[in-house]
């Protein structure tokens, strides 16, 4: 079978069997082409919610299939491919913050929707990379404790200079290992190309962007812009969907490292199998966890 064929079979069953697939911007070509819808983790979360087939399959980490979830208990949510987990989503867990917040007892706990379920159980309100300026703003409370993630911590700090933002050691391996070194390399080697960064890359490379956002802002961005050479400072699938979506214009990889392996993990076969129901993981999670994680879930889709 060739690419083109598997892709109109699945096209063909989903159809049939009444499925929603979700694909995260960082999956591949062959599997975006497929989607019924494509984008960051916020846009995913609430198009999970409008979804109306009754069965949805998650293209992307498990933390973003346990959201889908989480909005829609009455859907029957698959994880295309059961391997595919976010390591910062792996990095803090229930007890170690529940200990933190013992120790800073009047913070607001804030967490990257990169988390477990069960560790947002514990949490005030979730944000993506997309909305975290936006609701750490809007609370109320000036004392935040930010997790996991401290490079994305960090920058909403510096976009919010007057919440007093607390971190602590956390973040994604893939975006935190490139170094100010390689932004600046990179920017030599492309004078004239404008470097989008995600805000997941260490302060020291956020100072060297033109643009800072989530997956879909800085698609946004390299599309609406006049320029017309981009270094992509995030996985390297985002270059290569622009690149389809603007042949004019070039982009260039920040670094050959930023390929996330969990993100490539899931294939076109595996989402085949799930729609035929021979594959993929369905999501199970009990329902009073589901009731305390919701809440953290529903005041960021309410605040963002
Ligand atoms: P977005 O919120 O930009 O989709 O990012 C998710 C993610 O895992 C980034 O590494
Ligand atoms: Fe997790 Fe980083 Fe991969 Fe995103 S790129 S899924 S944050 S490991």
Redesign the pocket.
Known sequence: MTIQELQQEIIRIKKEKDICILAHS?QTREITEIADFTGDSFQLSVQAQKAEQSTVIMCG?RFMAETVKLLSPQKKVLLANPVAG????EQMDKEMITAVKEKYPDYTVVAYI?TTTELKTVCDVCVTSSSAVKIVKALPEKNILFIPDCNLGSFVQKQIPEKNIKLLQGG????ARITEKQAVAAKNAHPGALLLVHP?CVPEVVKHADFVGSTSAIMKFAEESDAKEFIIGT?IAIGQHLSYICPDKRFYALSKELI?P??KATSLADVYHAVCGDGGEEIQLDEDTMRKARVCIDRMIELG
């Not at 976010?86 to 989503?89: N, Y």
């Not at 994604?172 to 975006?175: K, N, R, V």
Request: overall charge negative; glycine content about 0%.
């Open positions: 960082y980490v976010c390591p910062m989503a990169n994604c391996p893939i975006h997941e996985e996330c969990n993100m």
